[in-house]
């Protein structure tokens, strides 16, 4: 694997203390393959860190969470996956996938990385779609030296879909997305998510719209496949041999116009479904409610995200006893 161990850092787009490293990795379907592994070191050296692995259409800007680890003791690190954010190159397709397992190439590296940089304990951390990866790489690495708890944020465990559409319509699009992966189907998400969030909309947050945009109307059919594939291990009840910490918003709207339910709900995920999965996980294993989250919980209003870091690190330090 041809990935440049050695690169010093360079500063990034974040601003004081922020810092990334670009990681190569051998041309996929699509040519030349990049991913970016952001850092923002605690003030005092540290043997723990955490990686924290971001959702669709998204990419690392949660300054905070990265500041909030920091405080307790971390490094923090970020990955900005092939194709997202930082990492995406001109010839490539934004968010474009076959198979989530392709992630774990830049995960690897990232805890490669991480280790050599004198870590010997890791959080490794997800939202959303970053969630399911995450558990995943967890499920699929046991025996990981580096990699002592799990925290993910509204994981993608499930579709957000009547019970018709996955039990007949979703496998019927994975099969087709195995002959058509570019072909665009409609997304279905919520149009106002990003509204809830960013500060030239609704929001307190700035982030590039190019990056993690404000409409999202289609997705590939390779998407739908990749997901759909990984969900079933997660449905099947995968083993997770660290301490787990699964944290969802109280509940799940649809606003159909800009409400206070934007502001307050997950209006991405069912909750019940994260609920219902994380479950089905084997181990060691919290899951654990924010009132008035929304999907992204550390965007959530500010005494919500207090909430969320207060039970983060109380269970982080209860676990590495």
Same mark, same amino acid.
């Given at each position: ?35 970016? /592994? ?12 955490? /990686? ?75 939202h959303s779609t970053g969630g399911l990866t995450a558990t995943l790489y967890a499920a699929h690495h046991p025996q990981h030296p580096l990699i002592k708890a799990l925290w993910c944020n509204s994981p993608f465990y499930d579709f957000n879909a009547p ?25 279905? /998400?919520?149009k106002w998510y990003t509204s809830s969030l960013h500060q030239s909309l609704k929001g307190e947050w700035d982030f590039n719209l190019d990056w993690k945009k404000k409409a ?106």
């Amino acid at each position: 694997m041809a990935i440049q161990h050695n690169t010093t850092y360079a500063p990034d787009l974040l601003g004081a203390g922020y810092e990334q490293l670009t990681l190569n990795f051998p041309d996929d379907y699509e040519g030349k393959v990049v991913a970016t /592994l952001v850092r923002k070191k605690a003030q005092r050296a540290t043997d723990k860190a955490v /990686l924290y692995i971001h959702g669709f259409i998204d990419y690392f800007f949660q300054t905070e969470m990265a500041e909030q680890f920091n405080q307790h003791g971390y490094d923090f690190y970020a990955l900005d996956l092939r194709k997202y954010g930082r990492s995406i190159l001109p010839h490539q397709k934004y968010y474009y996938v076959l198979n989530l397992n392709e992630y774990n190439a830049e995960i690897t590296a990232a805890l490669e990385i991480i280790g050599q940089e004198k870590h010997d304990h890791v959080v490794l951390a997800g939202h959303s779609t970053g969630g399911l990866t995450a558990t995943l790489y967890a499920a699929h690495h046991p025996q990981h030296p580096l990699i002592k708890a799990l925290w993910c944020n509204s994981p993608f465990y499930d579709f957000n879909a009547p019970l018709w559409k996955k039990k007949f319509a979703l496998p019927k699009l994975s099969a087709l997305a195995k002959h058509l992966p570019s072909v665009k189907f409609p997304s279905e /998400l919520n149009k106002w998510y990003t509204s809830s969030l960013h500060q030239s909309l609704k929001g307190e947050w700035d982030f590039n719209l190019d990056w993690k945009k404000k409409a999202y109307p289609f997705v590939y059919l390779s998407f739908v496949r990749a997901i759909f594939e990984a969900q079933k291990e997660i449905h099947q009840g995968a083993q997770i041999n660290v301490p787990a910490l699964i944290m969802h918003s109280h509940k799940t709207t649809y606003p159909k116009k800009f409400n206070r339910d934007a502001q307050t709900t997950d209006v991405i995920l069912e909750v019940k479904d994260i609920i219902k999965f994380a479950k089905k996980l084997q181990g060691d294993v919290t899951v654990m409610t924010i009132q008035n989250g929304l999907h992204d919980l550390v965007l959530s209003e500010a005494p919500v995200r207090s909430e969320v870091y207060s039970k983060l690190f109380t269970w982080l330090a209860e676990k590495q006893k």
